[in-house]
């Protein structure tokens, strides 16, 4: 064993209890301490934030208990070779492992640990941190870099795809222009159809897989919603659908990058028409300004969302439609919370109605 290299200056401070009582309460680390028979003998206070034990349920009781089952194991085995042999792989060295808490969960963990020699028996302490939270961030770091790099691969694909896609629609359309034959025209139709559906694939996959770089002005969220429901006006009430808007007289002045704020009411104005085309209904646009936040709802009289399908609509490729991308909602969540917002859905008595929630001040992204 090491010896001992403590020192102090002032004599009787290493040997009063105070002074250890003071350090092992108020150590942010967890601080656990076992018998010859893996039993727990020490226990702190940061350990039972930890851990989710009491201090009257821990000791006691076998280290198993901190533990997931196999590193128990491994932890016992660790024991009684030192016991036998005096060596310890573990000791003396900064470790990372898992932890169990009380509630089941098992969490990444740093752990030193020391044997020390009290009255002919040893005792094993090990001072362990929770690095849960830290794990995390490495994790979501891992993960942003990985999609970034994914974002940069899939963007040269579409590039690749798209310029040949283009000439291809051209071609058919001019086909399509000359051609006399209905049954060839068909085929020509549907070949143009198919290249149409394609391009607006590849621009949505783009359109996600790029960052997002706002361009926000002031701007009258009023008339730039009034505008959106026009360019779809045509479209709902030919399918027989009645449009409602109801909005302040007066105008709402907010920071919004009117372009993509558009897209946003567009696949939201999109997804309403789509899920009333079989019997028409009615949609209704509303905003509704309150103290900090301007509120948007898009409602419809569709057949709503089944509950299983509104955890996942704003997951990228979540789609329940025959021949859609599922990425409009994710688009459009995307460009909501780089304006600083909320968006969300939800049931209402005769349909689905979205929810975007747009702050007055929007700091720059
Ligand atoms: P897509 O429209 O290509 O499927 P979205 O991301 O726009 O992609 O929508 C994802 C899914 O959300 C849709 O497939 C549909 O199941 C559901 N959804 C969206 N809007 C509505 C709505 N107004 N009513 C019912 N379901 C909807």
């Known amino acids: 064993m090491p010896e001992k290299r403590v020192f102090c200056l002032e004599k009787d401070l290493l040997s009063s209890q105070d002074l250890l009582e003071g350090i092992i309460e108020s150590a942010t680390d967890a601080i656990v301490a076992i018998n010859e028979e893996h039993r727990i003998i020490l226990y702190n206070l940061a350990a039972e934030n930890i851990f989710g034990y009491r201090v009257e349920e821990a000791l006691g009781q076998d280290l198993a208990l901190l533990l997931p089952p196999s ?21 003396g060295r900064i470790m990372e492992g898992k932890a169990r808490r009380k509630n089941g969960e098992i969490f990444p963990v740093q752990i030193s640990r020391s044997a020390t020699r009290i009255n ?30 994914v974002g940069m691969a899939v963007s040269r694909i579409v590039h690749e795809i798209k310029n040949p896609l283009i000439a291809i629609g051209g071609l058919v359309l001019s086909l399509l222009k000359k051609e006399e034959d209905p049954e ?4 020509l139709e549907l070949i143009f159809r198919e290249v149409q559906r394609l391009e607006k694939l590849l621009s949505d996959i783009s359109d996600f897989a790029k960052p997002l770089k706002l361009d926000l002005k002031k701007t009258d969220i009023v008339s730039l919603c009034q505008e959106a429901l026009e360019v779809y006006r045509p479209r709902l009430e030919e399918a027989g659908i ?5 909005a302040p007289s007066q105008k709402i002045e907010l920071p919004i990058d009117e372009s993509r704020f558009k897209e946003v009411l567009f696949n939201l104005l999109q997804n309403a028409l789509e899920a009333m085309s079989d019997g028409g209904g009615t949609l209704e646009l509303e905003i509704r300004p309150e103290e900090e936040k301007v509120l948007i709802f898009v409602r419809d009289t569709g057949p709503g969302i089944p509950e299983e399908a509104l955890k996942q609509l704003f997951t990228p490729f979540f789609t329940t439609k025959k021949r859609g991308t599922g990425l409009g909602l994710s688009i459009s969540l995307k460009i909501i919370e780089a304006h600083g917002g909320r968006i969300y ?3 209402h008595e005769k ?12 700091e720059d992204p």
């Open 345 to 347: 859905a939800r049931n």
């Open 242 to 246: 009645e449009v409602k808007f109801l």
């Open 184 to 187: 060839k025209k068909k085929k």
């Open 120 to 149: 002919g028996h040893w005792v094993f302490t090990a001072i362990v941190r929770d690095i849960s939270t830290q794990k995390e961030m490495e994790k979501r770091l891992l993960q942003s870099e990985k999609l970034a790099a």
């Open 351 to 362: 349909g689905a109605e979205f929810i975007i929630e747009l702050p007055y001040q929007t």
């Open 71 to 91: 590193v128990a194991r491994k932890h016992r085995q660790y024991v009684e070779e030192f016991l036998k042999t005096g060596h310890s792989p573990v000791l």
